[in-house]
């Protein structure tokens, strides 16, 4: 059962405009979230994250958008530029002495010159 | 500076011989993770330890086996009963319980021939 969901296997954007990803999660415990973003043969690196007690968090052109009720957060990139182009992975994780990150399937972004 | 490698960074190797990746950190990190990266699939969870000379199985650990003798190196044994081993392989490590984010390493790029 996949506990954090990322429908869209990719995403097209020109440059300059916004890019809007999506993430789902089913697990009502989870309590934090976090963006990663990775290119071809390179580990992940951390974007931004976002605690359960807001519902927005922003760090320059990204911002983290979380809305509990219904499971969804979402990343705003504005503007996009083709140096974005690149998979982004949603994470969740619940508070816990043992807690683990669940990582969504990913999205390809692709920005547009 | 303080952070997460992984050695080689292609490796090729016949079929049927058992291989092993490297992954070292001075981090300072509790708990390291191996994931493993497919087109289409996102990043799954091979092993993960918490803690020296303790680690648990994650959701395809058929075919892999690993150690934790020391905090700083935990590496990834690909065995000749891993069905399907070409893939790109990531190791993280993080605080204890990793809920907070982790950091990953460059990946290897396993090829079995």
């Known amino acids: 059962d996949q506990q954090v969901k990322q429908n869209s296997p990719s995403l097209s954007v020109q440059e300059g405009r916004i890019s809007i990803l999506n993430c789902d999660y089913t697990?009502?415990?989870?309590?934090?979230f976090l963006w990663y973003k990775k290119y071809p043969a390179e580990g992940p690196t951390f974007l931004i994250s976002?605690?359960?007690?807001?519902d927005k968090n922003e760090d320059g052109r990204f911002t983290v958008f979380l809305n509990k009720s219904a499971k969804h957060l979402s990343l705003h990139i504005v503007p996009s530029q083709p140096g974005d182009s690149a998979v982004y992975f949603c994470a969740a994780s619940y508070t816990g002495a043992n807690s683990k990150l669940t990582f969504g399937k990913g999205i390809t972004l692709s920005v547009r010159p | 500076d303080g952070g997460i490698t992984q050695s080689p960074k292609y490796l090729f190797r016949k079929e049927g011989q058992n291989v092993t990746l490297s992954c070292e950190q001075n981090?300072?990190?509790?708990?390291m993770y191996w994931y493993r990266q497919d087109p289409g699939q996102g990043l799954r969870l091979i092993y993960y330890s918490q803690i020296v000379n303790d680690f648990q199985k994650g959701d395809i650990a058929e075919g892999y086996s690993v150690s934790r003798e020391k905090k700083e190196s935990f590496p990834l044994t690909v065995t000749s009963a891993q069905k399907n081993p070409t893939a790109f392989y990531l190791c993280?490590?993080?605080?204890?319980?990793?809920?907070?984010?982790?950091?990953f390493g460059s990946g290897t790029r396993l090829t079995v021939v």
């Open positions: 697990n009502s415990m989870f309590d934090y």
């Open positions: 993280a490590s993080s605080i204890q319980g990793g809920g907070y984010g982790y950091t």
């Open positions: 976002i605690s359960s007690i807001k």
């Open positions: 981090l300072n990190h509790d708990a």
